[in-house]
């Protein structure tokens, strides 16, 4: 059962561009939502945050939208630069009931062309 | 000082022999934690340690044996591994298992022959 789910395994944009990465959740339990970043051969590197009290936490070029309702959440990259081509992980949290424990989305390999 | 250490970067073990995996910080954080990757796949809890003891295991097999000898380092004990072990295993770090992002180590890759 997979409770956090990124459904496009890849996506490519322009340099200067917009991108959007998609994710959805099951869990209603969820309560916390992060966004990870993972280069080959490191481990993930925490990006943005957002608490489910909020719909939309903005960090210089990164802003994460939540909407309950749908259960869905996004990260938008702007503008993006080559060097955001990495792997990017959804992972949420129901911290009342488990904590720091993360549940993880498949990750989306976004590549940024020149 | 924000980093997470992991050490082997890389081993390779056969199915009879007996391993360590080592995790450092010093971040002053109470909680630590193994993850383990699969190629394009997720990371996936296997145990969780709050204030060095062990507060989550999620079914790991007893080949896998983790220990915290202190606030700032984590093990994990491997013996008796399987060739469906090989992965990348992730150690992190949090301020507490309720407060705090995870912060990742590099991960150690394992190969069981």
């Known amino acids: 059962d997979q409770q956090v789910k990124q459904n496009s395994p890849s996506l490519s944009v322009q340099e200067g561009r917009i991108s959007i990465l998609n994710c959805d959740y099951t869990n209603s339990m969820f309560d916390y939502f992060l966004w990870y970043k993972k280069y080959p051969a490191e481990g993930p590197t925490f990006l943005i945050s957002i608490s489910s009290i909020k719909d939309k936490n903005e960090d210089g070029r990164f802003t994460v939208f939540l909407n309950k309702s749908a259960k869905h959440l996004s990260l938008h990259i702007v503008p993006s630069q080559p060097g955001d081509s990495a792997v990017y992980f959804c992972?949420?949290?129901?911290?009342?009931?488990?904590?720091?424990?993360?549940?993880f989305g498949e990750g989306t390999q976004l590549t940024v062309n020149p | 000082d924000t980093e997470v250490t992991q050490t082997p970067k890389h081993l390779v073990m056969g199915m009879t022999n007996k391993k360590s995996l080592k995790c450092e910080q010093h971040?002053?954080?109470?909680?630590m934690y193994w993850y383990k990757q699969k190629a394009k796949k997720p990371p996936e809890l296997m145990f969780v340690?709050?204030?060095?003891?062990?507060?989550i295991n999620e079914s790991v097999p007893s080949r896998f044996s983790p220990e915290c000898p202190n606030s700032s380092l984590l093990n994990l004990h491997l013996h008796a591994l399987q060739p469906e072990d090989s992965a990348l295993y992730l150690c992190?770090?949090?301020?507490?298992?309720?407060?705090?992002?995870?912060?990742f180590g590099e991960g150690s890759r394992l190969t069981v022959l």
């Open positions: 992190a770090s949090s301020q507490g298992v309720l407060i705090g992002e995870l912060f």
């Open positions: 340690y709050s204030y060095e003891k062990l507060s």
């Open positions: 992972a949420a949290s129901a911290r009342e009931t488990s904590g720091s424990r993360l549940t």
């Open positions: 971040m002053g954080h109470r909680a």
